[in-house]
C-alpha cells in the first residue's frame, strides 16, 4: 500500500477535481503491474496497473492494492470496479473510502457482490492525509485552505512603505522556489487587492516546472489597476467585487460578483467550480480574516533571521507547529488544525 501512496502522490496538482490514486497489483508477493491517476479525465490508476499486467492469466490469483475505493459510476472513464470484476482479480486491498457521494462505498459493495474479497483500512490515515483537499473538498463543501507567509524574526511581514510596486522579499531564493512548487499542487492561489496594487504579483509557478494555479483576486470596491500584470498575461484570473464591474476583461480573466461579500460566498463559489483547494498568499488583513474566522486547514510559515525593527505586523498565530524545516537563514513552520 505504501507503493500506491507514492505513485499517488506523483501526480499531485495534475488530477483536480480528481483524488491522487496508485494502484499496484501482486501475485505471489511479487508486483506484476502498478500505475497511478496520471491527469484528470485520463485512466484511472487501476487501469493503468491492469494494463502493464503482461500476463492476464494471472490476475485470477492476483491481489490488486489500491489507495481509494475503486470507483463505481460512469464519469469521464468507465466504472474501475467493473474493471476488476470483468478481469476475474478475487481479492482487492483499500487503504480508504470515496468520500465522493457518487461512491460512497458503492464501489466495495459492487465487488463484493461479484464474490470479490475486500479489504479495507490499510494505511488508513495516510491514505486519507494524501487525499487531504478531495476528502475536505466533499465532506465539508469547501476548497482545503492553506495559509503561506514569511515573517522576520521579529515578525513583520513588510516594511510600512515601499518605494517600488514590487513584492518584498524577506524569505530567501531557495524558500521562494518551494514556494512555486506548492502553487504548482494547488488548484488556486488567492490575494487581497492591497497586494496587487503594491506589489504587482505574477502568481504563477515561474521558479518550479509545473501547473499554474488558478488566481484569486478579493477586489470588493473594483480597485485593481489596468496595468496589473495579472491582467496583462495568458494565465486564468478571477476578480470578486461587491458589485458588478463597469469594465470587461480578457485573455482567460472574469469578474465575479459575491453577494455577500465574505468568505462564507467565496467558499460556495469555490464548490460549485470544483476548487479543490487555495493557497492564501495575501497580506496581513486577508490572512487575518481567515484565522479569525477558524477558515483555514494548514499554515505554512517562512521566519527568516533578518529584522525589519518596523513594519506591518504578521498575522496573530498562537497554534503549534507540527513540522519544521531549514532553508538556509530561513526556518519553515508546517501547522495543521
Given at each position: 500500500?505504501?507503493?500506491?501512496?507514492?505513485?499517488?502522490?506523483?501526480?499531485?496538482?495534475?488530477?483536480?477535481?480528481n483524488p491522487l490514486v496508485g494502484s499496484v497489483v501482486v501475485y505471489?508477493?511479487?508486483?506484476?503491474?502498478?500505475?497511478?491517476?496520471?491527469?484528470?479525465?485520463?485512466?484511472?490508476?487501476?487501469?493503468?496497473?491492469?494494463?502493464?499486467?503482461?500476463?492476464?492469466?494471472?490476475?485470477?490469483?492476483?491481489?490488486?492494492?489500491?489507495?481509494?475505493?475503486?470507483?463505481?459510476?460512469?464519469?469521464?472513464?468507465?466504472?474501475?470496479?467493473?474493471?476488476?470484476?470483468?478481469?476475474?482479480?478475487?481479492?482487492?486491498?483499500?487503504?480508504?473510502?470515496?468520500?465522493?457521494?457518487?461512491?460512497?462505498?458503492?464501489?466495495?459493495?459492487?465487488?463484493?457482490?461479484?464474490?470479490?474479497?475486500?479489504?479495507?483500512?490499510?494505511?488508513?490515515?495516510?491514505?486519507?492525509?494524501?487525499?487531504?483537499?478531495?476528502?475536505?473538498?466533499?465532506?465539508?463543501?469547501?476548497?482545503?485552505?492553506?495559509?503561506?507567509?514569511?515573517?522576520?524574526?521579529?515578525?513583520?511581514?513588510?516594511?510600512?512603505?515601499?518605494?517600488?510596486?514590487?513584492?518584498?522579499?524577506?524569505?530567501?531564493?531557495?524558500?521562494?522556489?518551494?514556494?512555486?512548487?506548492?502553487?504548482?499542487?494547488?488548484?488556486?492561489?488567492?490575494?487581497?487587492?492591497?497586494?496587487?496594487?503594491?506589489?504587482?504579483?505574477?502568481?504563477?509557478?515561474?521558479?518550479?516546472?509545473?501547473?499554474?494555479?488558478?488566481?484569486?483576486?478579493?477586489?470588493?470596491?473594483?480597485?485593481?489597476?489596468?496595468?496589473?500584470?495579472?491582467?496583462?498575461?495568458?494565465?486564468?484570473?478571477?476578480?470578486?467585487?461587491?458589485?458588478?464591474?463597469?469594465?470587461?476583461?480578457?485573455?482567460?480573466?472574469?469578474?465575479?460578483?459575491?453577494?455577500?461579500?465574505?468568505?462564507?460566498?467565496?467558499?460556495?463559489?469555490?464548490?460549485?467550480?470544483?476548487?479543490?483547494?487555495?493557497?492564501?498568499?495575501?497580506?496581513?488583513?486577508?490572512?487575518?480574516?481567515?484565522?479569525?474566522?477558524?477558515?483555514?486547514?494548514?499554515?505554512?510559515?517562512?521566519?527568516?533571521?533578518?529584522?525589519?525593527?518596523?513594519?506591518?505586523?504578521?498575522?496573530?498565530?498562537?497554534?503549534?507547529?507540527?513540522?519544521?524545516?531549514?532553508?538556509?537563514?530561513?526556518?519553515?513552520?508546517?501547522?495543521?488544525?
Amino acid at each position: 500500500m505504501q507503493r500506491c501512496l507514492s505513485l499517488a502522490e506523483s501526480a499531485l496538482g495534475n488530477t483536480y477535481p480528481n483524488p491522487l490514486v496508485g494502484s499496484v497489483v501482486v501475485y505471489k508477493h511479487k508486483i506484476i503491474g502498478e500505475g497511478w491517476h496520471q491527469k484528470a479525465g485520463e485512466a484511472h490508476a487501476e487501469v493503468n496497473a491492469i494494463k502493464q499486467v503482461i500476463d492476464k492469466s494471472l490476475l485470477s490469483d492476483a491481489t490488486l492494492y489500491v489507495n481509494l475505493e475503486p470507483c463505481s459510476h460512469f464519469g469521464k472513464t468507465p466504472p474501475c470496479a467493473d474493471l476488476i470484476i470483468k478481469h476475474g482479480i478475487n481479492r482487492v486491498v483499500i487503504a480508504s473510502k470515496d468520500p465522493n457521494p457518487q461512491v460512497a462505498g458503492q464501489g466495495i459493495v459492487k465487488l463484493q457482490r461479484a464474490g470479490i474479497e475486500v479489504i479495507e483500512g490499510v494505511l488508513r490515515k495516510e491514505a486519507e492525509f494524501l487525499n487531504r483537499r478531495f476528502y475536505t473538498f466533499h465532506k465539508k463543501k469547501r476548497p482545503y485552505i492553506i495559509l503561506k507567509w514569511a515573517q522576520t524574526q521579529d515578525r513583520f511581514i513588510a516594511p510600512l512603505k515601499k518605494e517600488t510596486r514590487r513584492p518584498f522579499w524577506i524569505s530567501n531564493k531557495l524558500a521562494r522556489q518551494k514556494v512555486h512548487q506548492w502553487r504548482s499542487q494547488e488548484s488556486s492561489i488567492l490575494v487581497g487587492i492591497q497586494t496587487v496594487i503594491e506589489d504587482n504579483p505574477i502568481l504563477n509557478t515561474r521558479e518550479w516546472p509545473g501547473n499554474n494555479p488558478l488566481r484569486l483576486i478579493l477586489d470588493p470596491s473594483d480597485r485593481i489597476p489596468l496595468d496589473a500584470t495579472i491582467l496583462q498575461d495568458e494565465l486564468s484570473s478571477i476578480i470578486f467585487n461587491k458589485q458588478i464591474a463597469n469594465r470587461s476583461l480578457k485573455n482567460r480573466k472574469e469578474h465575479v460578483v459575491l453577494n455577500p461579500f465574505n468568505l462564507n460566498t467565496l467558499m460556495k463559489f469555490c464548490y460549485d467550480r470544483s476548487v479543490l483547494s487555495v493557497i492564501v498568499e495575501g497580506g496581513q488583513k486577508t490572512l487575518d480574516h481567515f484565522i479569525e474566522q477558524n477558515l483555514w486547514d494548514e499554515a505554512r510559515v517562512f521566519t527568516s533571521e533578518n529584522e525589519l525593527r518596523e513594519g506591518i505586523k504578521s498575522p496573530e498565530f498562537k497554534n503549534v507547529s507540527s513540522e519544521k524545516e531549514k532553508f538556509g537563514n530561513t526556518l519553515l513552520e508546517t501547522y495543521f488544525r
